[in-house]
């Protein structure tokens, strides 16, 4: 049986809109597009590409896979380093998308999940060896919490406060609790933290 992992760098009032570039996600008029710009460190070379590496699906809404397919869904698989690896990678693993509103999908191996998402995402859980990860998409995330569907958090929390758009967590999240079983400061000043369902604990 697989896991279901969602992945964020969020701040820490919990925003996870637009980090990696101004024009990534403009919606609501975001303005602070590319705001983990300036907090790199060597160990970032290394956290995510070992979290990739244990990839074997891609869970995502709608917008967050329009970003990917426009991404790398396009980029060159030949291009060296991190990129071209993780180009390669998520070419070939199968995507999943909740969407009310696609009727097709143009990134090859990528497939509609039907209406009822949280019948569909335990049947990919058990039919899946290996993390389902699961990239932005909050609105999905909210979904899968309130269905006990989420087997562990991956947050990358930036020492920033934007106070304003996307949040993973937003108001009318589900009751959820959880396990810290990871905590791990960077030279950066980035925390990264895991976490997983607290034992005995639904939403």
């Known amino acids: 049986m697989g896991s279901i992992v969602v992945q964020a760098f969020m701040t820490l009032d919990g925003v996870v809109q637009a980090g990696g570039g101004p024009d990534e996600d403009r919606e609501g ?19 995510v590409p070992e979290w990739e ?77 290996g993390e389902i990860r699961v990239w932005g998409s909050t609105e999905l995330v909210k979904t899968l919490a309130g269905h006990d569907l989420v087997d562990e958090y991956r947050l990358v929390v930036y020492p920033l406060v934007l106070g304003t758009r996307k949040k993973l967590f937003p108001p009318g999240f589900p009751l959820t609790r959880l396990t810290l079983v990871e905590s791990r400061p960077l030279s950066s000043g980035v925390l990264v933290n895991i976490y997983r369902p607290a034992a005995g604990a639904g939403t």
């Open 53 to 129: 590496g244990r990839t074997a699906a891609l869970l995502l809404g709608r917008k967050t896979y329009e970003i990917f397919a426009g991404s790398w869904g396009v980029w060159d698989e030949a291009a060296g380093g991190f990129q071209g690896e993780l180009t390669r990678r998520y070419n070939r693993i199968p995507k999943y998308v909740a969407s009310r509103t696609l009727t097709g999908l143009g990134w090859k191996n990528s497939q509609l999940l039907g209406p009822d998402v949280p019948a569909e995402v335990r049947a990919l859980r058990e039919s899946t060896d």
């Open 29 to 47: 008029g975001f303005p602070y597009g590319g705001w983990q710009s300036g907090y790199s460190s060597a160990e970032d070379g290394e956290i």
